[in-house]
Nanobody, 120 residues
Framework: QVQLVESGGGLVQPGGSLRLSCAAS????????MGWYRQAPGKQRELVAK???????RYVDSVKGRFTISRDNAKKTVYLQMNSLKFEDTAVYYC??????????????WGQGTQVTVSS
């Protein structure tokens, strides 16, 4: 089975930083895009940042210049460095991976979510 396991969420003051990690495991043949989404209470889930296997990335406008997505292909891990956090960044953050499972095909997988709370 394929799993995405997230870590790194927590409580932080405005202006602070957090680093999220998401490690993929299982019978993975190849990983294409990896990304982070977030969902705040009462709002739809939105894409925060995405990175392809070659390292090209894109961000939602609200986090540009503050968040950085990166990945370690050897470790099958994607990271989200979040700096200058704001109250409005409070949400559950979900990892997503577009990957090929050995012998089974290509699928999208989600992590379980990690809470990020920005509060003074």
């Amino acid at each position: 089975q394929v799993q995405l396991v997230e870590s790194g969420g927590g409580l932080v003051q405005p202006g602070g930083s957090l680093r999220l990690s998401c490690a993929a495991s299982g019978r993975i043949f190849s990983i294409y895009d990896m990304g982070w989404y977030r969902q705040a209470p009462g709002k739809q889930r939105e894409l925060v940042a995405k990175i392809n296997s070659g390292g090209s990335s894109r961000y939602v406008d609200s986090v540009k210049g503050r968040f950085t997505i990166s990945r370690d292909n050897a470790k099958k891990t994607v990271y989200l460095q979040m700096n200058s956090l704001k109250f409005e960044d409070t949400a559950v953050y979900y990892c997503n991976a577009d990957l090929e499972v050995s012998g089974q095909g290509r699928f999208h997988y989600w992590g379980q979510g990690t809470q990020v709370t920005v509060s003074s």
